[in-house]
T-cell receptor
């Protein structure tokens, strides 16, 4: 089966610009998670979708970040306007609805965002 | 809130030597525990996981980890390091969150360096 796909793999934008990251989960996976890793620090949870609904968005840093998952398939994460501290690697993961901890979480390769 | 501590941001071993990467979690309720590995320019790959049952868990590539409830630890080991093991390793813990979902919490990662 195809894995979790993220694009772009790299993005360099100027402060104040807008960037949209995309994640295509494994087909049939209802759970979709976004994480971010700032250089040298832990991978931090941003939010969790169950199908098209936001189950938990407690990790979203501020209202410059907007995540959507229309139709319960792929998800986008938009940063507008981008700030320097938004730089990092954004990971997406998916898991099936039933027993995600038993199955594990499948991660994409990440999008490396650099804001200059 | 759940937290995961990985001791040592870098661990250096010689090829053929024992690998020991430390992970401690903070939780009054034993969580589900995971080790992920990230090779350069790739996504996070699941090495092994503990959910229930046997406390010694075997994973891929010869790695194993032991869940010790009394020490709140889940250290990762491999008897003999190989050059191809050089990567970054992340420990994660997952407990049930509000709403019944499981959100993995990650440590800061440990870079394993293998010398010839």
């Amino acid at each position: 089966e195809a894995g979790v796909t993220q694009f772009p793999s790299h993005s360099v934008i100027e402060k104040g610009q807008t960037v949209t990251l995309r994640c295509d989960p494994i087909s049939g996976h209802d759970n979709l998670y976004w994480y971010r890793r700032v250089m040298g620090k832990e991978i931090k949870f941003l939010l969790h979708f169950v199908k098209e609904s936001k189950q938990d968005e407690s990790g979203m840093p501020n209202n410059r970040f907007l995540a959507e998952r229309t139709g319960g398939t792929y998800s986008t994460l938009k940063v507008q306007p981008a700030e320097l501290e938004d730089s990092g690697v954004y990971f997406c993961a998916s898991s099936p609805m039933r027993l995600p901890v038993d199955y594990g979480y499948t991660f994409g390769s990440g999008t490396r965002l650099t804001v200059v | 809130a759940q937290s995961v501590t990985q001791l040592g941001s870098h661990v250096s071993v010689s090829e053929g030597a024992l690998v020991l990467l430390r992970c401690n979690y903070s939780s009054s309720v034993p969580p589900y525990l995971f080790w992920y590995v990230q090779y350069p320019n790739q996504g996070l790959q699941l090495l092994l996981k503990y959910t229930t049952g046997a406390t010694l868990v075997k994973g891929i590539n010869g790695f194993e980890a032991e869940f010790k409830k009394s020490e709140t630890s889940f250290h990762l080991t491999k008897p003999s390091a190989h050059m191809s093991d050089a990567a970054e390793y992340f420990c994660a813990a997952s407990s049930v969150a509000s709403g019944g979902s499981y959100i993995p919490t990650f440590g800061r990662g440990t870079s394993l360096i293998v010398h010839p």
